[in-house]
């Protein structure tokens, strides 16, 4: 079980727990319909679970939560129980979400820089939300929060390390014009937990 210097004085209580996880994945699933207005897609696996799904037809909810399923091994092993827990329930919630808000929410095609932009505030926030919380969205998260927690390695720097590479093959499969507004989302997103997800501050717990 991965060991932590300097844990939080406080703990969060269930209900707040609940409260701010319930954000969180609602604020990512109502950043995912703004990427599929702009026919956008991003990094990571949820970027993956979109590139599926586009030329498949396949739920992107359930893509998502399949992906994921591997990295709870790491979880499990290396940050704990309670994390994973909240993680797998996380992941749960905003796959269900992103796969039924379409049916009571219609968001009409957005210019990709405002598609991007919404994106990228939305995911942000509501990832905040749910490391504050000691949850994550799985996949690449995941391991993020391990290397900053072990490493010191800033979560939002690895996440757009992996970004990156994605982005890097994305450039064989669709328009370059696509890939670029992509980009800036996953940018935006991983600007906002680079300068406001501090180890110090908060930090996963088993």
């Known amino acids: 079980m991965l060991l932590l210097e300097n844990p939080p004085a406080d703990r969060h209580t269930p ?23 702009s026919e956008l897609f991003t990094g990571q696996v949820a970027g ?20 994921n ?17 909240k993680s797998f329930a996380t992941v749960a919630l905003m796959s269900t979400l992103a796969d039924t808000l379409p049916f009571v929410l219609t968001i009409n095609p957005l210019h990709p820089a405002l598609g991007a932009t919404l994106f990228g505030v939305l995911s942000g926030v509501g990832l905040l ?10 996949g690449v998260g ?26 890097a ?3 064989l499969l669709f328009p370059w014009q696509v890939v670029g507004w992509s980009l800036l989302g996953a940018v935006v997103l991983n600007v906002i937990i680079t300068v406001n997800h501090r180890r110090d501050r908060y930090v996963a717990r088993s």
Not at 142 to 167: E, P, R, Y
């Open 69 to 85: 399923l591997p990295f709870y091994v790491l979880a499990v092993h290396q940050i704990g129980w309670r994390f994973t827990i």
């Open 142 to 167: 995941i391991v993020a929060l391990w290397l900053q927690d072990t490493k010191g390695i800033k979560a939002g720097h690895t996440q757009l390390s992996f970004d990156l590479c994605v982005f």
């Open 48 to 67: 993956l679970s979109l590139i599926i799904s586009y030329p498949t037809g396949w739920p992107f909810g359930l893509i998502f939560f399949c992906i």
């Open 169 to 171: 093959v994305s450039l």
């Open 15 to 37: 209900v707040e727990d609940v409260q701010g996880i319930l954000i969180g994945a609602t604020l990512v699933a109502l950043s995912i319909q703004f990427l599929r207005a």
């Open 129 to 138: 939300s749910l490391f504050r919380h000691g949850a994550t969205l799985g």
